[in-house]
C-alpha cells in the first residue's frame, strides 16, 4: 500500500510538470475550468466584428449600485423634489366625520410643541409631523381623523378673515371671464382678506404681476398676512417657491389716476361698494379689448354701475351679468327603520329553480304582454350582480346660493365723430 501511494505521487508530479503533455498526454482541467459563460457563447455565435464590440461592451467598467441610484435621482432632483411628509411650519387639514353625514374640517399650522385640538379630543403635532398626507390617526377619545395638505380653494375658506370673501365658485367664474395667461398684469380693487389675490397671483404666474389696492389699513394688512402664510407654507410642505408676484397697495384708487398712467392692464377686478368711482381711473391703463370684472352684491348696484357708465360715456361694454350657483347632492345607501343601514341582498346561485318557458304571456287589462322569463342569460357573466344595496339621492340641505353678481365689462374703441 505505501509503495502504491509513491507511484500515485510521482505520476501526479510527472503531470504537473509537463510530462504527461511529452508523452502525448492533455493535461486535467477541472470542470469549472472548460465551461464558457453565456455571454461567451452567444459571442462564438456572431461574426468577428460583431463578437468584437460584444467583447469591449463587456469589458467595459459598470458604475457602482450607489452611483446608478445617484444618475436615477438626478432627472427627479432637477425637476424638483416630490412632496414627502408632513413639517413643521406647514398647513395641514384635519377632517372628522359627525353626524347627519357632515365633515368638520380644521386648519393648523404644525409646531412641534402644538396640539390639535377639538370636540372629539386632541392630537399632539408630533403625531402628525413625519407622518405622510391621507394618513389617518386617531385623537385621545378614540375618533378617527383624516389629515392631508388643504388646496387653494380650502385655505380660502378657513383663513383668517375681516370683510366677507369672494368665494372659489365666483373667483373661478371672474377668472373665466376675464381670460388670464400667464405673464399678464391685473389690477385688483379691494383686496380685502387676500382671497382674489392669491387666486389671480396662481394665474399670472412668476412672470406675472397682480396690482391690489386696499382703502382700509386692517383689511391691508390681513390680505398680506394670508398671502404670507400661504407661501410659507406652500414652500416647506412642497418643496417649491410660490411666485412672489403681488403688490399690495394701501391707497384709495380713486385718487391713484397718477400711478396708472405708466401701466398696462390686462384684466381688471372691481371687488368694492362704489366701483363706478374707479373705472374713470382705471379704463385709460386698461388695454383695447381688455375685460373688467365686477364684483357686486346687490342687483341694484349693478343697475347703478350701468348707469353711470351709459350717463359718463366711458368705452365699457356690459356683455354677461350672472350669479353662480352649485347645487349639492346627498347619495346615500338606503336606512331601515331601526336607523341601520339596509343589508346586501345576496343572490342565490345554487337553488334549483322550476323549468319554465322562455316567454310569458301577462294579461293586464284585456292587453297581453310578452316578458321574457330568462332575462339574466341575456346579460353577460361579468355583469351579473352577486349583491346590491338601495341607494337613496336626494338635493343636500346645505346648498351653495347666491353670493354675488358678476359683470362682465369689455373696453372698446368709441367710433370717431
Not at 486535467?28 to 455565435?45: D, F, G, I, K, N
Not at 366711458?314 to 347645487?327: A, G, K, N, Q, S
Not at 337553488?351 to 346579460?379: F, M
Not at 359683470?407 to 370717431?416: E, M, Q, S, Y
Request: with cysteine; proline share 7%; hydrophobic share 40%.
Amino acid at each position: 500500500m505505501r509503495a502504491w501511494r509513491e507511484l500515485r505521487r510521482a505520476a501526479s508530479s510527472a503531470l504537473s510538470s509537463g510530462d504527461g503533455v511529452a508523452l502525448g498526454r492533455r493535461p486535467r482541467r477541472r470542470a469549472w475550468e472548460t465551461s464558457l459563460s453565456p455571454l461567451e457563447r452567444v459571442r462564438r455565435l456572431l461574426p468577428p466584428e460583431e463578437a468584437a464590440a460584444v467583447g469591449r461592451c463587456a469589458a467595459a467598467p459598470q458604475a457602482p449600485p450607489e452611483e446608478e441610484k445617484k444618475e436615477a435621482a438626478a432627472p427627479l432632483e432637477a425637476g424638483g423634489a416630490r412632496p414627502g411628509s408632513f413639517r413643521a411650519g406647514e398647513l395641514v387639514l384635519a377632517e372628522l366625520r359627525r353626524k347627519h353625514n357632515t365633515t368638520l374640517k380644521l386648519l393648523c399650522r404644525l409646531a412641534a410643541d402644538s396640539v390639535l385640538a377639538s370636540s372629539s379630543g386632541i392630537l399632539p403635532h408630533r403625531d402628525i409631523i413625519g407622518q405622510l398626507p391621507g394618513q389617518v390617526l386617531r385623537t385621545s377619545t378614540g375618533t378617527w381623523m383624516l389629515l392631508r395638505r388643504p388646496s387653494l380653494e380650502e385655505y380660502v375658506l378657513l383663513m383668517p378673515r375681516g370683510p366677507t370673501i369672494a368665494y372659489p365658485k365666483d373667483i373661478s367664474a371672474i377668472l373665466t371671464m376675464m381670460d388670464i395667461y400667464p405673464g399678464d398684469t391685473v389690477l385688483e380693487t379691494g383686496s380685502g382678506s387676500g382671497a382674489m389675490s392669491l387666486f389671480l397671483s396662481r394665474a399670472v404666474g412668476p412672470e406675472g404681476r397682480v396690482i391690489s389696492y386696499e382703502i382700509r389699513d386692517d383689511h391691508h394688512n390681513l390680505a398680506k398676512k394670508n398671502y404670507k402664510h400661504w407661501r410659507t407654507a406652500w414652500e416647506i410642505g412642497r418643496m417649491q417657491e410660490w411666485p412672489d408676484n403681488v403688490n399690495f397697495i394701501l391707497k384709495d384708487i380713486s385718487t391713484a389716476a397718477a400711478d396708472m398712467k405708466s401701466v398696462t392692464l390686462d384684466a381688471v377686478v372691481l371687488d368694492m361698494l362704489k366701483p363706478q368711482s374707479a373705472l374713470p381711473v382705471v379704463h385709460p391703463s386698461l388695454k383695447q379689448g381688455g375685460v373688467c370684472a365686477v364684483y357686486l352684491a346687490n342687483i341694484t348696484q349693478v343697475i347703478d354701475l350701468l348707469d353711470r357708465i351709459r350717463t359718463c360715456k366711458l368705452p365699457f361694454l356690459c356683455e354677461r351679468i350672472i350669479e353662480v350657483t352649485h347645487r349639492n347632492w346627498l347619495v346615500l345607501p338606503a336606512k331601515i327603520k331601526n336607523s341601520k343601514s339596509s343589508q346586501m341582498v345576496e343572490t342565490q346561485e345554487n337553488i334549483e329553480e322550476p323549468p319554465q318557458k322562455e316567454y310569458e304571456e301577462i294579461h293586464i287589462q284585456d292587453q297581453v304582454v310578452l316578458k321574457e322569463s330568462e332575462y339574466n342569460e341575456s346579460l353577460s357573466d361579468d355583469a351579473e350582480t352577486h349583491c346590491s344595496v338601495p341607494y337613496v339621492a336626494r338635493p343636500s340641505y346645505w346648498q351653495e346660493a347666491h353670493s354675488a353678481f358678476l359683470t362682465k365689462l369689455r373696453k372698446f374703441r368709441p367710433p370717431l365723430a
